[in-house]
Structures are given as structure tokens and as C-alpha cells.
């Protein structure tokens, strides 16, 4: 006869479960896979040249785009940092680029690829204007 725990706290007899040991196979540790370490980029990527690598900076500053005019090549991109305390807006003059209202330190990018005179202004402040020319190379 087996000897329990009452809900009291006292034995009781009752039935016990014996626990059964199974054999237990032991855990083989695999070799992890090499690892190759991930090193950063070095050199010239291919298709971008050192120039095209980097935005083309416009400030927004005193409500005006500094500088006004600015000229690039086709595949480079330019970004729009509003710099003033007031929001502002980067709207291209019949093309598909805009930007959303930009607050003090907000940007703003956009890639040029297609040759051209490119006339954008603010649509909140619309005498603010500015020309982005993009040469082909």
C-alpha cells in the first residue's frame, strides 16, 4: 500500500506513482556552421559614381531656398532641409515631385534622372522659388 499527503497536511495511504527512468540520450553539441564575417563596402559601387553617392543640399532658410539655382547630373539627388522656424513645402512646377509641409529640420529628397530645367516653389509661401538643372553626363 502507497503513502499519500492528505489536504491537511497528514499521510494518508493511497495509491503512489512510481516514476519510471527512462534512458536519456545525451545532446551532441554540432559544430555551428563558419561563420563569414560581413565586412563594410570598400571602393566604387558599381553604377554610382563618387559623385552621384551623395544629395545635392538646398537650405531653407530666411523663407528662401539657398542656393535658388543649382545644377546637377541626371541620377543625382537633391534634399530640401527646412531651416526656418515656419513650415514649408518643395513643389515641382507642372512634374510629380512635392514634398509634404516640412517643420524646422525636416527633408526632403528627390532623384533626378531625366534631363532638364526643373521650376519648384513653396505652395505655402508661393513667391519662395527655386531651379533645379540636371545635365546629363
Given at each position: 500500500?502507497?503513502?499519500?499527503?492528505?489536504?491537511?497536511?497528514?499521510?494518508?495511504?493511497?495509491?503512489?506513482?512510481?516514476?519510471?527512468?527512462?534512458?536519456?540520450?545525451?545532446?551532441?553539441?554540432?559544430?555551428?556552421?563558419e561563420e563569414t564575417p560581413i565586412l563594410p563596402v570598400q571602393g566604387e559601387i558599381p553604377g554610382i559614381?563618387?559623385?552621384?553617392?551623395?544629395?545635392?543640399?538646398?537650405?531653407?532658410?530666411?523663407?528662401?531656398?539657398?542656393?535658388?539655382t543649382i545644377t546637377i547630373s541626371t541620377g543625382q539627388t537633391v534634399r530640401w532641409t527646412n531651416m526656418d522656424p515656419e513650415a514649408h513645402t518643395v513643389k515641382g512646377t507642372g512634374t510629380s515631385f512635392g514634398s509634404p509641409s516640412l517643420a524646422q529640420g525636416g527633408s526632403y529628397e528627390f532623384l533626378f534622372t531625366d534631363p532638364g530645367a526643373y521650376e519648384y516653389y513653396c505652395s505655402i509661401h508661393p513667391s519662395m522659388r527655386g531651379t533645379v538643372v540636371v545635365v546629363e553626363e
Open positions: 500500500m502507497a503513502i499519500g499527503c492528505a489536504d491537511n497536511g497528514t499521510e494518508e495511504p493511497g495509491d503512489a506513482v512510481t516514476p519510471v527512468e527512462e534512458p536519456v540520450e545525451p545532446v551532441r553539441e554540432e559544430a555551428a556552421p559614381s563618387d559623385d552621384e553617392s551623395e544629395a545635392v543640399d538646398v537650405s531653407i532658410v530666411n523663407s528662401s531656398f539657398s542656393p535658388d
